[in-house]
């Protein structure tokens, strides 16, 4: 039996010319999670992220917070989607980088209609892999995870990887996947039990570290 911890990574920076990039909140974000972690006496037997900076900067941050250190696996499939693309496919026109509350409806209402035209086969994002692909570099790290490991294993990725990691266990439509997606909060953790047979979800985008009056400033969405 384990325990499979998803986290997504701390605030990146949305509208900057690298979104990759976790900004300086990203960054006490993650260093808050793995003083949480620290406090409760958590240690992982093993760890998993994608190749994204701001995947690598999280693990990096929750190592920081936790005082440890850890040998992890990289796993290219559990890096997220392209969203401009994923845009692109359904908006083919000049695309403004969001700086208003407005921009940000209009930049998530086109997310939410791409996405659903990728998820469901209408089209194809440019220089992407199809859905079917995609969804399969994310189910075969939790194989991965379910047959070779047991006790506390971290993995650290996106919010589209992770909804869709939650939507495969629970067996959702692709509707409730994506508004699983858009509400993940950065640093959120879901939690999985797993043995060699399944997957159970246990919690689903919780932020203890965040929950104390000197950090509820601290939560975003992006």
């Known amino acids: 039996m384990g325990q499979l911890y998803l986290v997504r990574h701390g605030q990146a920076s949305l509208g900057a010319d690298d979104y990759d990039q ?26 998993f992220t994608g190749t994204l900076k701001r995947h690598r900067q999280t693990f990096q941050g929750i190592m920081q917070g936790l ?17 401009e693309a994923v845009i692109r496919s359904v908006h083919p026109g000049p695309l403004i980088k969001p700086t208003t509350p407005e921009g940000y409806r209009e930049h998530f209402r086109l997310l939410r209609q791409g996405l659903k035209a990728w998820m469901t086969g209408q ?6 892999s199809s859905h079917k692909a995609f969804l399969q570099g994310i189910t075969s790290a939790l194989d991965h995870i379910r047959q070779q490991h047991q006790g506390n294993v971290l993995l650290v ?10 939507g495969h266990v629970l067996n959702l439509e692709v509707d409730s996947i994506i ?14 039990n797993f043995n060699p047979k399944r997957h159970s979800l246990l919690s689903f985008n919780t932020i203890p570290h965040l929950e104390t009056p000197s950090h509820k400033e601290w939560v975003t969405y992006a």
């Open 22 to 47: 976790l900004s300086p909140l990203g960054a006490l974000q993650a260093q808050r999670l793995g003083e949480h972690w620290r406090a409760q006496g958590l240690r992982f037997d093993a760890v």
């Open 179 to 192: 508004e699983l997606n858009l509400r993940l909060r950065n640093s959120a953790v879901c939690e999985f």
């Open 123 to 128: 089209t194809q994002p440019e220089g992407m």
């Open 157 to 166: 990725s996106s919010g589209g990887p992770i909804s869709m990691a939650v």
């Open 67 to 83: 005082g440890a250190s850890h040998q992890e696996t990289l796993w290219p499939g559990l890096n997220e989607y392209d969203s």
